[in-house]
T-cell receptor
Framework: EDQVTQSPEALRLQEGESSSLNCSYTVSGLRGLFWYRQDPGKGPEFLFTLYSAGEEKEKERLKATLTKKESFLHITAPKPEDSATYLC?????????FGAGTQVVVTP | NAGVMQNPRHLVRRRGQEARLRCSPMKGHSHVYWYRQLPEEGLKFMVYLQKENIIDESGMPKERFSAEFPKEGPSILRIQQVVRGDSAAYFCASEITGGHHYNEQFFGPGTRLTVL
């Protein structure tokens, strides 16, 4: 079965302190890798899809990268509103398989 | 364009009762997925439906759980004779076409089920 592992489980950052989240996966062949953001009490919000190794995508302070075995979500100069749980997922035959998420807290 | 809608947002049931969760996909989306999220855990796939057709129910418990997506109306996730272990957040997601590796799924706000 495909495995998706996210690390760290939790991350506490000072405002402006850049950091990276990791998503490692084992699948029988590279598929689309997806990043979502989830705020407490809400549904996941789509951020990025990465299609192939070497690809990068950016959105405001977030940048996602992809290698053959893992993806990174870089948060540059985070603000308190970036506090959320970040989920990554791979796709196989329609259904998504999600990692457990990284809970990010950004303090002023 | 309204997003994915789910209702109710919160549902409280006593053990042994039935729970019905509804999901209306985004306009133009014909494929619906249901996921369950337990506290401190990730989202777990339950079932994938197209209108009037179950495509993949490999994540559904064999008993008490069923899902449908009729030709008209919302998708329904039904849990019969609920137990305390069914307490969780249930999320619905939709996409415009089915199963393509690169399509993103759009999620609703979830239904939080509490079983007393």
């Amino acid at each position: 079965e495909d495995q998706v592992t996210q690390s760290p489980e939790a991350l506490r950052l000072q405002e402006g302190e850049s950091s990276s989240l990791n998503c490692s996966y084992t699948v029988s062949g590279l598929r689309g890798l997806f990043w979502y953001r989830q705020d407490p009490g809400k549904g996941p919000e789509f951020l990025f899809t990465l299609y192939s190794a070497g690809e990068e995508k950016e959105k405001e302070r977030l940048k996602a990268t992809l290698t053959k075995k893992e993806s990174f979500l870089h948060i540059t100069a985070p603000k308190p509103e970036d506090s959320a749980t970040y989920l990554c997922a791979v796709r196989r035959w329609g259904k998504f398989q999600f990692g457990a998420g990284t809970q990010v807290v950004v303090t002023p | 364009n309204a997003g994915v809608m789910q209702n109710p947002r919160h549902l409280v049931r006593r053990r042994g009762q039935e729970a019905r969760l509804r999901c209306s996909p985004m306009k133009g989306h014909s494929h619906v997925y249901w996921y369950r999220q337990l506290p401190e855990e990730g989202l777990k796939f339950m079932v994938y439906l197209q209108k009037e057709n179950i495509i993949d129910e490999s994540g559904m418990p064999k008993e008490r759980f069923s899902a449908e997506f009729p030709k008209e109306g919302p998708s329904i996730l039904r849990i019969q004779q609920v137990v305390r272990g069914d307490s969780a957040a249930y999320f619905c997601a939709s996409e415009i076409t089915g199963g393509h590796h690169y399509n993103e799924q759009f999620f609703g706000p979830g239904t939080r089920l509490t079983v007393l």
